[in-house]
């Protein structure tokens, strides 16, 4: 859904989107 956009969303949304 997302690109590897970390630092924009939540920390850890990162490791889900990763």
């Known amino acids: 859904m997302k690109?590897?956009?970390r630092?924009?969303?939540l920390?850890?949304?990162s490791s889900?989107?990763?």
């Open 11 to 13: 920390p850890g949304a």
């Open 7 to 9: 630092a924009k969303q």
């Open 3 to 5: 690109r590897h956009q």
């Open 16 to 18: 889900v989107t990763s």
